[in-house]
Nanobody, 122 residues
């Protein structure tokens, strides 16, 4: 069984910084692409950033230049460093990981975390 857990959400003032973490655990053979998504009340879940296993990264236009995604393959962990935070960054942030397990090595399945709340407010 595989588990994906996010952490690091908090209340922060506009202009502040925050670092989110997401770790996958369980019977993992390989973690492929990892993504951060976010969802605000009344809005659809949107992609924020993506990183491949080789650490090639992609960002949405709304966070480019302010957020940085990185990963630690040895610990199946992805990070999201968020700088110059704005009130519109307020959302629940979710981690998504594409994982091959020991039991099904030829399959790649998506796993979601439970989300972590980020609130940007003065």
């Amino acid at each position: 069984q595989v588990k994906v857990v996010e952490s690091g959400g908090a209340l922060v003032q506009p202009g502040g910084s925050l670092r989110l973490s997401c770790t996958a655990s369980g019977s993992i053979l390989s973690v492929h692409t990892m993504d951060w998504y976010r969802q605000s009340p009344g809005k659809q879940r949107e992609s924020v950033a993506r990183i491949t296993r080789d650490s090639i990264s992609y960002y949405s236009d709304s966070v480019k230049g302010r957020f940085t995604i990185s990963r630690d393959n040895a610990n199946n962990t992805v990070y999201l460093q968020m700088n110059s935070l704005k009130p519109e960054d307020t959302a629940v942030y979710y981690c998504n990981a594409e994982i091959s397990t020991i039991e099904t090595p030829m399959r790649v399945d998506e796993y979601w975390g439970q989300g972590t709340q980020v609130t940007v407010s003065s």
